[in-house]
């Protein structure tokens, strides 16, 4: 059974920082391209990150460069998301995503709230 647990949101202040981490199981995690997605109430989902199954390619939104950090642990089947200097803007529900040619998964998402 294919599963992407999401964990690490929360509540955080303007400025502050949080770690996401997704953890894969039921597929062959290094195959993947894994990235994050956000979406927000009102708005469409929107890619934040990703990062490539071979070479650790990343790539990011504008919104985020410089501030938020992909990467990925094949041993532990983790990908993970460092989020520095987060902004209200950054609000939204986290969703893990694994991609293999047609095939894509979906985690069940983590809120994210930066809010003083």
């Known amino acids: 059974q294919v599963q992407l647990v999401e964990s690490g949101g929360g509540l955080v202040q303007p400025g502050g920082s949080l770690r996401l981490s997704c953890d894969a199981s039921?597929?062959?995690?290094?195959?993947?391209?894994m990235s994050w997605y956000r979406q927000a109430p009102g708005k469409e989902r929107e890619l934040v990150a990703g990062i490539t199954s071979v070479g650790g390619v990343t790539n990011y939104a504008d919104s985020v460069k410089g501030r938020f950090t992909i990467s990925r642990d094949n041993a532990k089947k983790t990908v993970y998301l460092q989020m520095n200097s987060l902004k209200p803007e950054d609000t939204a529900v986290y969703y893990c995503?694994?991609?293999?040619?047609?095939?894509?998964?979906w985690g069940q998402g983590t809120q994210v709230t930066v809010s003083s």
């Open positions: 995503r694994a991609h293999l040619v047609s095939t894509i998964y």
């Open positions: 039921g597929f062959t995690f290094r195959m993947y391209a």
